[in-house]
């Protein structure tokens, strides 16, 4: 398996463009009617096709962007006004929100545009997979050039929001862990000059990663995938041959996978000291061991019950997001063998899409202080009586 997959191109976590030359997807361009510089597009299945199909994807994509916004424009509005979340972890969590707002403002509303535009067009628009109403053109070196259009936009939204929210939560862990393990040195290490320092480094490095192929490369371009129905990287295709750079997308995977496992390192090693002070407690309470003078049942640093409960709910923010990242991983699995999988891409993307209205739910069910907020919040709008303001 040497090369790339043609147009199973997969946005931000994703863009692994996976195939082999000698799979049954080795397709050229005359084939499958592409010219010199277009990609090619699969054959059009179920997932795909059909008015009422169409229909139910407009009207989940419709509220999800819905969830999505408002889910997060309330969590935005309870650590901005209030004072308590004004700490280096609420500065985290308000930088994952953001991340969040920009797929339900920005990448969803396109999805939804463009298969209303599919529904009530016969012509295809110039960013659909294959289209030809846009055809590529050369520069003055040579190389093939397509004009800009929409997807060169929501594309890098999309993946580096979703590198953003990753990088994020990775940070997110590394904060409690300090918590947990380093409570006394907590406020020396953690401060928020250097949180904000770390977020913006976050964000511009995740942008910078997911316009990476249009930087290094002129051998992609962005287009709707009418099987993931988002903006995807794709190779252009040269005689039917696929670009010798097309394995930049490969950077994509590999952030993600390593992120996550580090987090996933961080979490084990967080709960494992955790669990081990809890039965240290848990002996001292019932007398069967000493207090060696520092309390905490040879413990003398131990972390507050705050930081405990925050590591836990930062535990369950990292498994809701492996648990959508999932079905991306299976699907990469599933190319390197050599299948497309045209209607589980669509769950598969869509499901992490999901992902960013469940950050708010996590808060709401954990987060005392963030359920206050919420309360204070709605109970703003309700002035009181004349009676009681005398």
């Not at 320092?197 to 192929?213: D, N, V």
Request: glycine share 8%.
């Amino acid at each position: 398996m040497t090369a790339l997959l043609p147009n199973v191109s997969v946005p931000g976590c994703t863009s692994v463009l996976l195939a082999t030359t000698d799979g049954p997807f080795n397709l050229t361009a005359a084939q499958a009617g592409v010219g010199p510089g277009q990609s090619l597009a699969p054959l059009c299945t179920v997932c795909c096709c059909g008015f009422l199909n169409r229909t139910f994807a407009v009207v989940f994509m419709v509220s999800l962007a819905f969830a999505i916004v408002v889910g997060n424009v309330v969590t935005l509005t309870v650590f901005v006004q209030t004072r308590q979340s004004r700490t280096p972890q609420g500065y985290l969590k308000v930088s994952l929100a953001i991340a969040d707002m920009m797929v339900g403002v920005l990448v969803v509303p396109f999805s939804v545009y463009t298969e209303i535009s599919l529904m009530v067009t016969s012509a295809p628009p110039n960013w659909f997979q294959g289209s030809s109403v846009s055809p590529a053109s050369s520069n003055s070196l040579g190389e093939i050039v397509r004009p800009w259009q929409p997807c060169m936009l929501i594309g890098p939204v999309f993946a580096g929001c979703t590198f953003v929210s990753i990088s994020t939560i990775f940070l997110m862990t590394l904060e409690r862990s300090v918590a947990i393990l380093r409570p006394l040195h907590k406020d020396a290490l953690v401060t928020r000059r250097r949180t904000l320092f770390l977020i913006l480094l976050s964000w511009t490095a995740s942008f910078l990663l997911a316009l990476a192929p249009l930087i290094f490369s002129s051998n992609f371009t962005l287009e709707y995938n009418q099987c993931s129905r988002m903006c995807n990287y794709a190779p252009l295709l040269f005689r039917g041959q696929l670009p010798s750079d097309a394995n930049i997308l490969l950077l994509f995977p590999a952030f993600d996978f390593t992120l996550l496992g580090a987090t996933l390192a961080v979490n084990i090693v967080s709960f494992t000291s955790i669990r081990r002070y809890s039965q240290k407690r848990k002996l001292l309470s019932e007398g069967s061991l000493h207090d060696g003078g520092g309390g905490g049942g040879g413990c003398p640093h131990r972390p507050s019950f705050s930081d405990i409960k925050a590591a836990k709910t930062i535990g369950i923010l990292t498994f809701a997001f492996t648990a959508s990242f999932s079905p991306i991983a299976v699907f990469v699995l599933g190319n390197v063998v050599g299948y497309t999988w045209c209607n589980f891409s669509f769950f598969a993307f869509w499901i992490l899409t999901g992902n960013s209205c469940c950050n708010v739910i996590i808060y709401s069910v954990r987060d005392h202080r963030f359920r206050k907020g919420v309360n204070l919040l709605f109970q703003r709008d309700q002035s009181p009586p004349h009676s009681e303001k005398t």
